[in-house]
């Protein structure tokens, strides 16, 4: 059975800072790994797709990587804003098409 | 189009009533997902669609839980004799068969059991 991991569960920083999340999951046959923020009470919006072939995405402030064979994705931030507080969420996919399994997020803070 | 669509987007009952939701996926996707998230957890998957077809449910969807996606567009989830413990936001998502099965989440139904 697949789990995700997420490590920190909380993170507070201040403004302007760069920061990694990190992502681990158990089961390395994933056919892709999908970051989301949630903001609180609110829905979960797609940061970043990585298929299983790919390394890296990137978009903006935003990068993440992937290395497969060891169960890792790593969410890069750069220089952090208030507005990026949020909860972040990677969930993976087994096969095309199939259910997400999610980790159970990191809650950032970033301070003013 | 304006993404995926839940509805209602809260919902208080009390404990033994049935209730239902519902979603609106983005109108080209046939793939149609429900989770359910407690309140600091990730979501977990119930169930999901592809087109009319209810292809998986999770061993959290008990016999209580019904979804449906009867023209393969919208899709409901019922909830009979509500629990306490069905408190939680549930989540639809939706997504394409042939491109890169990136999905997209509705901003949830918060549903309270009292």
């Known amino acids: 059975k697949q789990e995700v991991t997420q490590i920190p569960a909380a993170l507070s920083v201040p403004e302007g800072e760069n920061l990694v999340l990190n992502c681990s999951f158990t089961d390395s046959a994933i056919y892709n790994l999908q970051w989301f923020r949630q903001d609180p009470g609110k829905g979960l919006t797609s940061l970043l797709l990585?298929?299983?072939?790919?390394r890296e995405q990137t978009s903006g402030r935003l990068n993440a990587s992937l290395d497969k064979s060891s169960g890792r994705s790593t969410l890069y931030i750069a220089a952090s804003q208030p507005g990026d507080s949020a909860t972040y969420l990677c969930a993976v996919r087994e096969t095309s098409g199939s259910r997400l399994t999610f980790g159970e997020g990191t809650q950032l803070t970033v301070n003013p | 189009d304006t993404g995926v669509s839940q509805d209602p987007r809260h919902k208080i009952t009390k404990r033994g009533q049935n209730v239902t939701f519902r979603c609106d996926p983005i109108s080209e996707h046939n793939r149609l997902y429900w989770y359910r998230q407690t309140l600091g957890q990730g979501p977990e998957f119930l169930t999901y669609?592809?087109?009319?077809?209810?292809?998986?449910k999770s061993r959290l969807l008990s016999d209580r839980f019904s979804a449906e996606r009867p023209k393969g567009s919208f899709s409901t989830l019922e909830i009979q004799r509500t629990e306490q413990g069905d408190s939680a936001m549930y989540l639809c998502?939706?997504?394409?068969?042939?491109?890169?099965?990136?999905?997209?989440f509705g901003q949830g139904t918060r549903l309270t059991v009292v």
């Open positions: 669609f592809q087109n009319e077809a209810q292809l998986e």
């Open positions: 990585i298929q299983s072939s790919q």
């Open positions: 998502a939706s997504s394409e068969v042939d491109r890169n099965t990136e999905a997209f």
